[in-house]
């Protein structure tokens, strides 16, 4: 019996959910897609080039990322469609030290009117880090592209805005609550 309460607390523990924190920032450059050259309120999209994480900017779960670093090679960053307005599949990945960092977008809309200058973009999605035991968090990006500066990128999350887990962790709770329950009526008997 002993064992059995074991396994569910064991089993209980190993289920708890370790939400991404903190946030990320980037910077870089970008081209226009489509549209009246120049004129970023004509745009039909943006892509993204020499795209590199915001020295002292990262936070939270990517605190590792703080010096700062360049994505290239298999590293990807956007595409961004806003001609119709459509969430990237993927809006970021790459990998640092055998670590995946990705963001794929699951809603996308304009924060403010695009001008022929700036074109500012937000939206919510999810984040993963392959290692550390993170699990998938839901949280808010934002894109600013500008013909002075290029881009800059930022996502956050906060606990308020993860997923529930539907109740699994209560149903192994009071499991292993009532296997205690059991063993120590039985010890007691």
């Known amino acids: 019996m002993a064992a059995t309460v074991a396994a569910i607390v064991g089993f209980a523990a190993s289920v708890q959910a370790t939400p991404i924190t903190g946030g990320i920032s980037f910077a870089g450059g970008f081209a226009q897609v489509g549209g009246t050259a120049g004129n970023l309120a004509s745009a039909t999209g943006l892509t993204f080039s020499s795209v590199s994480v915001t020295p002292g900017q990262a936070s939270g779960s990517y ?7 360049i994505l290239s090679g298999l590293d990807t960053f956007g595409p961004l469609t806003l001609s119709p307005l459509t969430p990237p599949a993927s809006l970021y990945s790459f990998t640092v030290l055998g670590v995946t960092y990705s963001f794929s977008a699951t809603s996308i809309s304009y924060i403010s009117p695009s001008t022929a200058n700036a074109v500012n973009v ?21 894109i600013t592209a500008n013909q002075a500066g290029g881009i800059t990128f930022s ?14 962790t209560v149903l192994l709770l009071g499991a292993a609550l009532t296997g205690l329950f059991l063993v120590r009526k039985q010890v007691l008997a």
């Open 155 to 168: 996502f956050s999350s906060s606990q308020s805005q993860n997923i529930p887990d539907g109740g699994t």
């Open 63 to 69: 605190l590792a990322l703080n010096g700062g670093y």
């Open 122 to 142: 937000e939206g919510f999605g999810t984040a993963s880090i392959s290692s550390g035991g993170f699990t998938p968090t839901v949280g808010y990006w934002n």
